[in-house]
């Protein structure tokens, strides 16, 4: 079992701040807000809004489920980047509303010309006000979710607000030890802080093996956004983080719950529509030289998302 110290999650006895050869994530920097006021500052508002994403990111991909599923593909544009992720980082591929912009950097320098942080997706930008809205994840989805509730024809609620402190608790533990645990292993520069990673890794997939044994989606009262921030890990951890990030315990397929539970988010309609594993592998195998110094893309693995599941016990 782990706890919390200084916002990491961390195995028992071991204190982080006094290791060394973590990976420490950088904090985003813009953390505008959408909200459904039209006298805010950013107000939900159909075409002004456009987001710069792409499809082997986990982070990126949690935006691009939610304006799928909550019905905003015709409200906010969207620009994908290229797979690969070199010295100038993720590359533009296609039209954005920015002219001449070939790198995100660029769309953050438009922003901020002062700005010289990482130039990470997703990006939310405001093209009304030529800067950008959000560059965090978790915010962002939560923007779609209530922000945009009164223009959309969704009934989704993948936030609902008498389940927040349930839905935070569980996305607590799966950010610090699995959305960011795959890469505390797959970046740490020594054994110590590998071990300690993988260790939580595992005790958080065995943890979600057993809840899964006995409910259909993380928390009780149905599908939420913890569910589809922990689906963009799941989808990605057999094709790259298995083996290229050294998590290789077990894969996911060994899970059988979780992995009936995969195949179930997978097979909602237009969900499978967003998941390209070929730009995923692409992109870890392709881009982090330090790790893979050949940047062979392995052909494998098989994989069967739209295999039979057998969860009709929790219909």
Sequence with gaps: MGRLIDGEWVAA?????????????????????????????????????HLFVSHACPWAHRTMIFRKLLGLEDFISVTYVEPMMLENGWQIRGDSPLDSVKFMYHVYQAADPRYSGQASVPVLWDKQKATIVSNESSEIIRMLNDGFKNLSNS?????????????????????????????????????????????????????LEEKLSHQRYLVSFGISEADWRLFTTLVRFDAVYHGHFKCNLRRLIDYSNLSNYLRDLYQMPGIAETVEIEEIK???????????????????PLLDFMAPHNRSRFE
């Design 155 to 207: 009934y989704y609620d993948f936030y609902p607000e008498e389940h927040r402190d349930e839905i935070d608790a569980v996305n607590d533990r799966i950010y610090h030890t699995l959305n960011n645990g795959v890469y505390k292993c797959g970046f740490a520069r020594k054994p110590e802080p590998y071990v300690e990673s993988f260790d939580l890794l595992f005790g958080t997939l065995d943890w």
């Design 13 to 49: 006895g071991v204190d982080p701040r006094k290791s060394s050869g973590k990976f420490n994530r950088t904090e985003t920097q813009f953390r505008n807000w959408i909200q459904a006021d039209i006298s805010s500052e950013f107000p939900a508002e159909k075409n002004r809004y």
């Design 282 to 300: 692409t992109h870890y195998y392709g881009s982090h030289d330090y790790v893979n110094p050949s940047r062979i893309v392995p052909k494998g």
